[in-house]
């Protein structure tokens, strides 16, 4: 069995977590020791070497994959730096509805005090149109570039571009998570299919969401939980059992019905001005692949502030 390589390289939020757990089960792939290695978004020279550092030596022969949502948002420095060093890679991106998404990030990004506590969805996201405007710098926001950079992040056929202009089309694969929420057997025969793998790993796989977001109770309890899972990670992705058991007694200490942010219907209107003609470049160029992304937007028409309501995160 010949070496392959398989990258999850989008976006956040929108399942990343749960399919990088669902293929490091199957015995044809080899996952990273740690979930997003982020090795092609940095502008150092790439080496294959220590780039195969992130997997199992003893593990000859499988497909390595690794999840690292951040790269279809840096596809102008990341796509090229994975075709000169690893260029029959599968790029695999799992998208979803825009605005869902910043509601997500916001929210999951919160529940880790990344975004201060007080900083309301409609702030965040005037603050970060400035800040897409040029109008102010990351200081004057008091926010990582990262966070601020959220709204370019769900441009997605933009972003889609580079990577085109570097693999062949057969090398890309562009899914849905409104398809993963449907069917997620079905969404992994079809990624199986393309990846040629074995789908029938699939007929009785158990598929448990990963990293679904939740609010803490305690503040100092969350960030003892953050660095542990940090710190413990590669150990957790050998055994993803154990590490949902222990994810499931930690909720019961320190979850809480986190209340759903409210949203003007202003900030609604103008996320939809903002990704209306992205999103009709994406439906226009995958098709039937992003089917379900002609009712993304549509979804917040007519959005009342009274009736604000952010679904129920999936897995990361």
């Excluded at 102008?76 to 869902?100: C, E, G, H, Q, T």
Aim: aromatic share 14%.
């Amino acid at each position: 069995m010949s070496v392959g390589y398989l990258i999850i390289a989008g976006t956040e939020k929108s399942g990343t977590t749960s399919v990088y757990h669902y293929l490091n089960a199957h015995p044809q792939v080899i996952g990273s020791s740690r979930k997003e290695t982020d090795y092609f978004r940095s502008p150092l020279p790439h080496d294959l070497e220590i780039y195969e550092g992130w997997f199992s030596p003893a593990m000859t022969g499988l497909t390595r994959m690794e999840a690292s949502p951040g790269y279809l948002a840096e596809g102008n420095m990341v796509a090229p730096a994975i075709a000169s060093l690893i260029p029959d890679a599968k790029i695999l991106f799992i998208l979803r509805d825009p605005i869902d998404r910043i509601l997500s990030s916001y929210q999951f990004h919160k529940s880790r005090y990344l975004i201060p506590q007080e900083l309301t969805f409609d702030q965040y996201i005037d603050l970060c149109f400035r800040f897409d405007r040029g109008e102010i710098t990351t200081n004057e926001a008091g926010l990582d570039d990262w966070f601020l950079r959220v709204l370019d992040a769900g441009r997605y056929a933009a972003h889609l571009r580079d990577y085109l202009a570097c693999f062949a089309p057969d090398q890309i694969k562009v899914l849905t998570l409104d398809r993963l929420k449907r069917n997620a057997r079905d969404f992994m025969r079809e990624i199986c299919e393309w990846a040629k793998l074995e789908d029938n790993f699939y007929d009785d796989f158990d598929f448990v969401q990963a990293n679904v977001t939740f609010s803490p109770r305690y503040a100092w309890l969350q960030r003892l939980g953050l660095w542990v899972n940090d710190v413990l990670e590669p150990f957790f992705n050998r055994r993803p059992e154990l590490k949902q058991r222990l994810l499931f007694m930690y909720k019961r200490v320190n979850s809480q019905r986190g209340e759903k942010p409210s949203v003007s219907d202003t900030t609604i209107q103008l996320l939809r001005d903002y990704y209306a003609s992205d999103v009709g470049e994406l439906i226009t160029s995958f098709g039937e692949d992003v089917a379900e992304a002609g009712n993304w937007l549509e979804r917040y028409s007519g959005f009342s502030a009274a009736a604000a309501e952010c679904r129920p995160p999936m897995a990361k």
